[in-house]
């Protein structure tokens, strides 16, 4: 898998996001804690792709471990971006306790998610596509 750094964030030990094109694909990588304290430098990262004309990204959660009510909000404007310039955001590897917030939340039906633990994709409800 051919990959590029980008651009990388390490703020506090605990969060970090890191952006990578793979084989043509933007990924950030979100690792540690996505809440009040390290959700406006997420947005800054994103932002920052926003002005560089990358309309669609995903963001790999494999590695986050925590999300608040402002993490989610931080995800719902880079969507709400992405699709205004015509693009997507999908949600890679989320953990198991990610998932259940995003299905509480509703956000499981908006955001197109994948685990990568099968070859079928994923549909909005987060839950692989049937034929």
């Known amino acids: ?29 979100v690792r540690g ?3 009040e304290h390290t ?8 932002g920052e792709l926003a002005t560089q004309d990358i309309a669609s990204l995903s963001l790999d959660l494999g590695q986050m471990t925590f999300i608040d009510s402002t993490g989610l909000g ?5 969507l709400k971006r992405s699709r205004a310039a015509g ?6 590897h989320p953990s ?3 998932r259940k917030v995003l299905e509480l939340t509703g956000l499981h039906n908006v955001f197109k998610i994948t685990d ?3 070859s079928a994709p994923e549909g909005r ?3 692989a596509a049937s034929g």
């Open 1 to 29: 898998m051919a990959q590029e750094r980008l651009s990388s964030g390490s703020y506090d030990g605990q969060f970090s996001a890191t952006v990578q094109a793979e084989n043509g694909e933007v990924v950030v990588e």
């Open 33 to 35: 804690e996505l809440d």
């Open 39 to 46: 959700a406006p430098r997420l947005r800054e990262t994103l």
């Open 74 to 78: 931080a995800l719902v404007g880079a």
């Open 87 to 92: 693009g997507e955001v999908t949600l890679k």
């Open 96 to 98: 198991t306790a990610t």
């Open 116 to 118: 990568g633990t099968s």
């Open 125 to 127: 409800s987060g839950r």
